[in-house]
């Protein structure tokens, strides 16, 4: 009787020192930096988390989300800073060092590897596009895993994550930098930055003439307080001594 009665009280007090969660961990990382190329993949940290952006030049058979893209190799990255919208990430070959479409045989695409954020328990994710402008658009798709190590794959914008945003040009002040915050679908590890045909056939750059820059990623998880967390543990493990205790002295008695 006296064993349940303990069991029963260590029960309560883990029950009662089970985690409290603290307040929401910010993950921000910037891509600006000295203008110049980078390798074909980087890594950047913060606060436990690591992000690491490769980059892809691929033939697509048109400029929408309902393409294929083939012939998918990977590029360098172009790490840009010239100042005002015109910082952040993308591709040394395509003409502006940004991520778009210089042709159907030249399309310039960024993968993000975001599967620390789920890790993490992290539910959304805010992007920050630049060299935004008007008649322009970018999308972003998301895998189970990098979908370019097949060489051949399909733009699939109906179920994957997605952030579609053109810039008519009728926006307030025709804004050149712009962000955006969309859920992570379960399993969306891995995202495909595009910039796909623009939102204005008649805007000044042509339907096609789309390019934008990465220039920023910011999420947030939450975390238990490490005080309560241990509380919580030491009941767990107390509650496994006293199991342990009332087996033994059942298995004794039986003998």
């Given at each position: 009787?006296?064993?349940?009665?303990?069991?029963?009280?260590?029960?309560?007090?883990?029950?009662?020192?089970?985690?409290?969660f603290?307040?929401?961990?910010?993950i921000?990382?910037?891509?600006?930096?000295?203008?110049?190329p980078?390798?074909?993949?980087?890594s950047?940290?913060?606060?436990?988390?690591?992000?690491?952006?490769?980059?892809?030049?691929?033939?697509?058979?048109?400029?929408?989300t309902?393409?294929?893209?083939s012939?998918?190799?990977?590029?360098?990255l172009?790490?840009k800073?010239?100042?005002?919208?015109?910082?952040?990430?993308?591709?040394?070959?395509?003409?502006?060092?940004?991520?778009?479409?210089?042709?159907?045989?030249?399309?310039?695409?960024?993968?993000?590897?975001?599967?620390?954020?789920?890790?993490l328990g992290a539910?959304?994710?805010?992007?920050?596009?630049?060299?935004?402008q008007?008649?322009?658009?970018?999308?972003?798709?998301?895998?189970?895993?990098?979908?370019?190590?097949?060489?051949?794959?399909?733009?699939?914008?109906?179920?994957?994550?997605?952030?579609?945003?053109?810039?008519?040009?009728?926006?307030?002040?025709?804004?050149?930098?712009?962000?955006?915050?969309?859920?992570?679908?379960?399993?969306?590890?891995?995202?495909?930055?595009?910039?796909?045909?623009g939102?204005?056939?008649?805007?000044?750059?042509?339907?096609?003439?789309?390019?934008?820059?990465?220039?920023?990623?910011?999420?947030?998880?939450?975390?238990?307080?490490?005080?309560?967390?241990?509380?919580?543990?030491?009941?767990?493990?107390?509650?496994?001594?006293?199991?342990?205790?009332?087996?033994?002295l059942?298995?004794?008695?039986?003998?």
């Open positions: 009787m006296r064993i349940r009665t303990a069991i029963l009280t260590l029960g309560l007090a883990a029950f009662a020192a089970a985690p409290a603290a307040g929401n961990v910010n921000s990382l910037g891509f600006g930096g000295p203008d110049g980078l390798g074909t993949s980087a950047y940290i913060s606060n436990g988390a690591t992000i690491t952006a490769y980059g892809y030049e691929c033939s697509a058979t048109d400029a929408t309902s393409g294929t893209l012939g998918c190799a990977a590029a360098n172009y790490q800073s010239d100042g005002g919208s015109e910082v952040g990430l993308g591709l040394e070959g395509e003409t502006d060092h940004e991520i778009g479409m210089d042709s159907n045989t030249a399309d310039f695409l960024i993968g993000l590897d975001v599967s620390d954020l789920f890790k539910t959304s994710i805010t992007l920050d596009f630049g060299s935004w008007p008649g322009e658009a970018y999308a972003v798709l998301g895998y189970g895993s990098n979908p370019f190590l097949g060489g051949t794959f399909t733009l699939d914008g109906l179920t994957n994550t997605k952030a579609w945003v053109g810039n008519p040009g009728t926006l307030p002040g025709n804004p050149q930098q712009y962000s955006s915050t969309f859920n992570l679908n379960s399993g969306d590890e891995f995202l495909v930055l595009l910039s796909p045909c939102a204005n056939p008649s805007a000044p750059l042509g339907p096609c003439g789309s390019n934008v820059t990465l220039g920023g990623l910011s999420s947030s998880y939450v975390t238990p307080e490490p005080g309560t967390l241990a509380l919580f543990l030491t009941g767990l493990l107390a509650l496994g001594f006293a199991a342990r205790r009332r087996w033994t059942a298995r004794n008695s039986a003998n």
